[in-house]
């Protein structure tokens, strides 16, 4: 289990509400709850500007006041500069409880001069294991980049400045949980994950280095906002998006050009058997 899926087991969910379209907020101090770290933890320009950084002392992490059921949520993240081995930054949304689900977008820290690793992961019902993991075709670093997480009955599907990264469809049909009955909040975070962040553990935090610290913006919420006793979402352009043939094209560049691993395809990990959505088409 990684580390934010820890912190996401961390909080008790109450399930039973309602859902109403459509909340958009660019308010850090108006959407978001520091839950851990508050010193390390600075919101700027109004609102409009996070930095949670990473000492000896503490990692900080936030979570929207809000839970969704179902939506489009993006966020803008500029990631720690220079050496960032041991390091974690996140951005993911997860629902809490011991059989919670989870979307995971996870910045494996780096050795100076190294790209970062976006790490990827999906949970239903408690279980996860369906990592990938890719490069990234920029330097996240630099400036803000968007990172955007879709969710609705049919199929997960992250972006990266609105380019289609990965897909991860509804098979329940074929005996593979999906997500889509526990509202969940969204999360930043940033800790020292030095255990398993960089080159598998190899690489230790060089805390001459810190603070780390990782900049957020721009956060967006196109989604159902469970808030009552009774589950009804209205009719909303996102809740049956798919990929369309060029995005399908576009997916494919990207894994054809920058994907580092693949669950799917681990045969030391699965050498009994892949799991079954590994056989299912996209």
Known sequence: MSSSSFLCLAFTLILGGSIVVGVRGNDFTR?????????????????????????????????????????RVDLQIKLVAGGSAGTITSFYICSGGATHDEVDFEFLGNVSGEPYILHTNIFSHGKGGKEQQFYLWFDPTQDFHTYSILWNPLNIILFVDDTPIRVFKNYEAYGVPFPKNQPVRAFASIWDADDWATQGGRIKTDWSKAPFVASYRNFRANACVWTGDYPACGDTKWMQQELDWWSWMTLSWVRMNYLLYDYCTDTKRFGYGFPPECALPN
């Open 31 to 71: 959407d978001f709850d520091v839950v851990w770290g508050r010193e390390n933890a600075r919101i700027l320009d109004g609102g409009r500007l996070l930095e949670l950084s990473l000492d000896q002392r503490s990692g900080s992490r936030i979570e929207s006041k809000n839970r969704f059921l179902f939506g």
